[in-house]
């Protein structure tokens, strides 16, 4: 039980201290959200016998306002002071996309001083990964739009670097986003030492607001992790599905083919076969699957 009569050295109860507890005593930055949503989408068939391509996308709203205007953001915004981050979240990515209610996880916190034009601010990522089919996008009434764009990433170059006692590394890092309309970039340098740490340095940023490019680029990295040890892609499939598929999931968010017999026996724990099969036209039938959830990954 917290004992409510010790005096700290000015002789002041705790109750005491908060009754004549300064709040300006130090200077207050702002926070903010930013949701990084994902979903993967099939484009369109030029061929009714073969398998749509899927590809990757990442939700983007376009500001109205300065600073950057005009220019494409991740959603996001302030953070309330009666509010907890997580609520924010959720708020801010209603008012500004018309999403409602999905589960996000938290990402990153970023702190750079000169991050923002506007104040010092201090941003809290969110990361999902979503089935848009069921979604109807709308840009909020503070910003001129909202769309999906098309995600790639690419390595531009990579380097090991010898200091004392080891090793540097450092990788430049190509983000595009494109659309119908519109074509965005950043260039990213990403470095880490010898104790680990990782440092993020936008190099070029074209179209893209404030230091989002950063966010997407770490963002993307996680995905491919997660997508390794957890059940996240199932996040994107259909009730029932078959192998080929999820493992286009897979492949489009690792940005790389994976061999068929591998895969299969990789997710062999996290599905369940059933006795149905697919009916479309100009495919041979195949046989559909469901998720497992009683699959647990094993350590």
Request: glycine share 4%; with cysteine; charged share 30%.
């Amino acid at each position: 039980m917290k004992d409510v009569y010790i005096k700290n050295k000015q002789g002041l109860t705790e109750e005491e201290f908060l009754k004549q507890y300064d709040y300006s005593i130090y200077q207050r930055p702002s926070f903010t959200v930013d949701m990084l949503i994902f979903t993967v989408i099939n484009e369109e068939k030029e061929n009714y016998r073969k398998l749509p391509e899927k590809s990757l996308k990442i939700l983007l709203v376009k500001r109205g306002d300065h600073p950057y205007i005009g220019k494409w953001a991740l959603p996001g915004g302030f953070v309330d002071v009666n509010e907890s981050l997580d609520e924010a979240a959720l708020r801010v990515l209603r008012a500004e996309t018309n999403i409602n209610d999905i589960y996000m996880e938290q990402l990153y916190t970023w702190g750079e001083v000169n991050r923002d034009p506007r104040t010092r601010v201090i941003s809290s990522s969110y990361m999902a990964l979503i089935d848009s089919n069921s979604l109807s996008i709308k840009a909020g009434c503070h910003e001129e739009d909202a769309a999906w764009f098309n995600v790639r990433y690419n390595l531009l170059q990579e380097k090991k670097e010898a200091v004392e006692k080891g090793f540097a590394y450092e990788q430049i890092i190509e983000i595009k986003l494109w659309n119908e309309s519109e074509e965005l970039s950043a260039k990213i340098r990403v470095t880490e030492n010898l104790d680990g740490k990782v440092d993020r340095e936008i190099i070029e940023s074209v179209g893209i607001a404030f230091d989002h490019g950063k966010f997407i680029e770490y963002a993307i990295n996680r995905l491919r992790n997660k997508i390794e040890y957890t059940s996240l892609a199932f996040n994107l499939m259909p009730e029932l599905f078959t192998l080929t598929e999820l493992q286009q999931v897979y492949e489009v968010i690792q940005g790389k083919e994976l061999l068929a017999a591998a895969f299969r026996r990789k997710v062999s724990n996290m599905v369940i076969e059933t006795n149905q099969f697919t009916k479309d036209a100009g495919h041979r039938p195949s046989k559909l699957f469901r998720y497992n959830s009683g699959w647990k990954r094993r350590i």
